[in-house]
């Protein structure tokens, strides 16, 4: 069945699932990163001080703005932030299935590519509506990779030239945070493959692209540039340098990365509950990863980037993530740190484009061998993202529940104990004074019957 308009309903449906959901697992009481935020931006969240600070460039300016609304508006409700996130992980999908339309991709792959972008092995970033802003940067990145995308085709629009020039600026510097590496490494990596294809098949320097990649480095390096300003927060356990760590235990960080590329097949709680010891997570993460392989071997195979990018870059931005993870979270020393919930937003553009590849690719595979390779490939990520998903459903009231007793305790917390209040509500478990710091921020709530308070 060839796509067609009724494929735009399925990015709606995801959507409302996706709204249902929230609705099904959480109550409306702040927690976890919320602590953070409330005691460094609240009340007075139109205070410049706050705003103009020396490493601003690393704290995404659009949330002073969505602070802003939230408080004067929505009395700082964690919803207006959940439903933002949803939202914008609607339009990631809405752009996914447009160019699947464009390029007449068969309907059953923009299904499987939708339980995929709406899969609950994010429960985590839809639940926790702080993180609202990185569904929004990953729009962002794939608007720009499809405007990239259709230049390279040769269907140039007025204006994209200009766009591919200022993206970078707003995209890095407004919406990407953190996430502002992997997303300049791709666009690097794309300027140069262009570069080199135009070279060797037509003699020339493509300047424009030159441009292009020179106007997405400047961003990242005052992104650094301003990061470097920031107070250094200590991060994990570890004790000593990554290269000592690494030669001392190099099965730890084997066993990191492909269990990190195991969490898109089956989310890291749903996997604890059906498997034990390592095996399982080692077979699905080396499934995964030898999709990628298979994946970037039919690009080179038929030359699938020389028509469309777009899925390689989702490809190279999946591998560079789940790269960056391990780097910057070893130090925590737990080889399952990459598999958390948290990080599944970073990792699913990879197998986005392993999907898109395979989708592309299929009519010009011959051999029944890899038509069989294909479609175990996609039957097991596809059933292990249903898995997670059902569970995660059966999870919400229970999720709901916990919330309950946290907002009974924010209610009462001034008759318990820092303990109690560090626990329940998440926030800097291994730090004394992570109870006092719920406590001050419960206590600004309270005063303007914000939140969980208001009236």
Request: proline share 3%.
């Amino acid at each position: 069945m060839k796509a067609g308009k009724w494929c735009y309903v399925l990015p709606v449906m995801g959507v409302v699932f996706g709204l249902w959901y929230v609705q099904a697992a959480f109550v409306d009481v702040v927690y976890s990163d919320y602590i953070r935020l409330v005691n460094s931006y609240l009340p007075d969240v139109w205070n410049p001080d706050k705003f103009f600070v020396g490493d601003i460039l690393t704290r995404i300016p659009l949330n002073y703005g969505a602070r802003i609304i939230n408080t004067s508006f929505f009395d700082y409700r964690v919803r207006f932030d959940q439903i933002l996130g949803i939202l914008f992980l609607g339009i990631s999908a809405a752009e996914i299935t447009v160019y699947c339309i464009k390029k007449e991709i068969r309907g059953y792959w923009i299904c499987v590519l939708m339980v995929l972008m709406f899969s609950l092995n994010k429960w985590e970033m839809m639940i926790n509506g702080s993180g609202w802003i990185h569904f929004l940067a990953f729009a962002g990145f794939y608007w720009h990779y499809l405007i990239l995308d259709r230049v390279w085709e040769g269907r140039e629009r007025k204006g994209d030239h200009v766009l591919l020039l200022v993206l970078p600026w707003a995209v890095t510097l407004g919406t990407a945070g953190p996430y502002c590496g992997s997303y300049t490494a791709v666009l690097l990596l794309a300027c140069g493959l262009r570069i080199i294809l135009v070279r060797r098949e037509e003699g020339r320097w493509e300047r424009r692209y030159f441009i292009y990649g020179i106007s997405a480095l400047i961003p990242l390096f005052l992104y650094m540039w301003s990061s470097s300003l920031a107070e250094p927060e200590k991060l994990g356990v570890a004790q000593v340098p990554l290269l000592t760590q690494l030669f001392d235990t190099p099965g730890f960080f084997v066993r990191f990365l492909i269990k990190s590329f195991s969490s898109m097949a089956v989310g890291v709680e749903s996997a604890q509950a059906a498997f034990a010891g390592n095996g399982p997570y080692l077979v699905l993460g080396i499934l995964v990863m030898a999709g990628y392989a298979f994946a970037l071997w039919l690009q080179w195979r038929h030359r699938l980037y020389k028509k469309t990018v777009f899925p390689l870059m989702l490809i190279c931005a999946g591998g560079i993530n789940h790269l960056l993870v391990m780097l910057s979270r070893w130090v925590f020393l737990r080889e399952d740190y990459g598999m958390s919930s948290r990080y599944a937003l970073q990792f699913q553009a990879g197998l986005l484009g392993v999907v898109l590849t395979f989708a592309l690719a299929g009519g010009m595979i011959r051999g029944i061998f890899v038509k069989a390779l294909m479609t175990v490939m996609v039957t097991a990520v596809l059933a292990g993202n249903l898995y997670t998903t059902a569970e995660e459903m059966r999870k919400a009231p229970l999720r709901k529940e916990l919330c309950q007793r946290r907002a009974e305790i924010a209610l009462d917390f001034e008759n318990r104990t820092d303990e109690e209040l560090r626990a329940s509500f998440e926030y800097h478990m291994s730090r004394p004074e992570g109870g006092q710091e719920v406590r001050a921020a419960l206590e600004i709530l309270k005063k303007q019957q914000w939140n969980i308070f208001r009236q």
